[in-house]
């Protein structure tokens, strides 16, 4: 494995402010790393089955230079995972562990793993410490980053969590090798959609660049880098989502509402494809509704079909439940306040807004314009 200097991202927080490392090979150093932060802290790793297998015994090779020794959790893999069940079963591996609240919970695998790990040193003797190695794209460029934790309710995503900032992330890329290439292209959607918000210029940077990504190499770095550019402002800016940091749940709502609406069965659609189909809509809505050119909503369809992504509700197997019950997810997702919509929509690539208020209406009649049953009642 070679080993390249890390791209350096810091998140500007205060007295929390922390370093996202981005590079290949960091796993080796990990010990080094944290406890040059962290001296003399004890630690126990969250991870899931599939991480463990490829990559535990290097990141403990790693963290023993250090002189950590960790307690290990290890969980099934898949969304179902952030569950209060497995919450508990974290919660007690760190308790059983024996650590104080000075000592470390890493979070080792992709967002799920992150999320939930997160929320447990988050609420474990009122907030441990925390540190973040990203081992999935998606985490790379998004999840790791920001301290948003949390777990899913059946009522819908992500609604129990805290806010609680990692210490310190690494973004390993050389552990990508191993990401399922359908995993890859989910976490890619969101590395486009920093450019579909408001780096129009990134986006055009994508189009050309895509396949030298896939394919690993300084590409690869560099577009995890400018996504954790990105990020990291945005936190920056608006850490507890006030403002600003809402752009970031581009193509969310309608994703999140079609994650419920298929049980959050990852045979189905994983999180960062139900970003893209969530991310073509709300490009298509913001055309419907005149604010964008049906050209752009075109472009970004045509980079997500280019790249192997799904982007229409017709992309996912089996049955969906009918327009209105696909709303009724949408109003029960946290970005409603008071009953009105509140929706990320667009002007154009790289020019996304906050819209609050949409008609439900509106969203009721898009969702049954573009809903499989009906596209399939239109004749050809
Ligand atoms: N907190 C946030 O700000 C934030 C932002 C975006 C998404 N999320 C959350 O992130 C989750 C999705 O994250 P995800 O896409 O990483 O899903 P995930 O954690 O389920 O990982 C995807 C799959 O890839 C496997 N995997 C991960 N790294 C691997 C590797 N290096 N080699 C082989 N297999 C590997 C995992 O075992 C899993 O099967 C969702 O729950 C979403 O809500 C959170």
């Not at 659609?269 to 189909?277: D, M, Y």
């Not at 790249?307 to 017709?314: D, M, Y």
Request: with cysteine.
């Amino acid at each position: 494995m070679s080993i390249e200097a890390p791209v350096v991202v810091e998140v500007g927080l205060g007295d929390r402010t922390y370093d996202i490392l981005i590079g290949s090979g960091l796993l080796s150093r990990a010990g080094a790393e944290i406890s040059g932060r962290l001296p003399g802290t004890r630690a126990a790793v969250v991870t899931d089955a599939n991480v463990a297998a490829a990559h535990l015994d290097a990141l403990k090779a790693g963290l023993d230079t250090g002189g950590i020794q960790p307690a290990i959790i290890t969980l099934p893999p898949g969304e179902k995972t952030k569950s209060f069940a497995h919450l508990e079963e974290v919660v007690d591996g760190v308790l059983a562990a024996k650590l104080e609240r000075g000592d470390i919970v890493i979070a080792f695998g992709g967002g799920v793993i992150g999320d939930l790990a997160g929320f447990a040193a988050g609420i474990v003797r009122r907030g441990m410490n925390f540190v973040q190695i990203p081992t999935s794209l998606l985490a790379q460029v998004d999840s790791s980053v920001g301290g948003k934790t949390g777990i899913n309710s059946p009522r819908g995503k992500n609604l129990v969590g805290v806010f609680h900032q990692p210490k310190l992330v690494l973004a390993d890329t050389g552990v990508l090798d191993t990401l399922p290439i359908r995993e890859f292209r989910a976490g890619y959607a969101e590395l486009a959609k920093y450019g579909l918000i408001d780096r129009p210029e990134f986006f055009t940077w994508l189009e050309k660049n895509w396949v030298q990504l896939f394919a690993g190499g300084p590409e690869r770095t560099q577009a995890i880098a400018e996504a954790c550019r990105a990020k990291a402002d945005v936190v920056a800016r608006d850490e507890f989502e006030t403002g600003d940091r809402a752009l970031l749940n581009l193509g969310h709502t309608f994703g999140h509402a079609l994650e419920a609406a298929t049980q959050y069965d990852g045979s189905r659609l994983v999180h960062g494809e139900g970003v893209a189909i969530g991310m073509a809509l709300a490009y298509r809505f913001s055309s419907r509704l005149n604010l964008a050119s049906p050209d752009d909503a075109a472009r970004v369809e045509a980079h997500l079909r280019a790249v192997g992504l799904p982007w229409r509700i017709a992309d996912i197997s089996g049955d969906l439940p009918d327009a209105e019950a696909l709303l009724a997810f949408i109003t029960q997702d946290k970005k409603v306040s008071r009953g009105a919509l509140t929706f990320i929509l667009t002007r154009g690539v790289g020019q996304a807004f906050i819209a609050k208020d949409v008609p439900a209406s509106e969203v009721l009649s898009f969702l049954t314009e573009n809903h499989p049953d009906q596209q399939k009642m239109r004749p050809r």
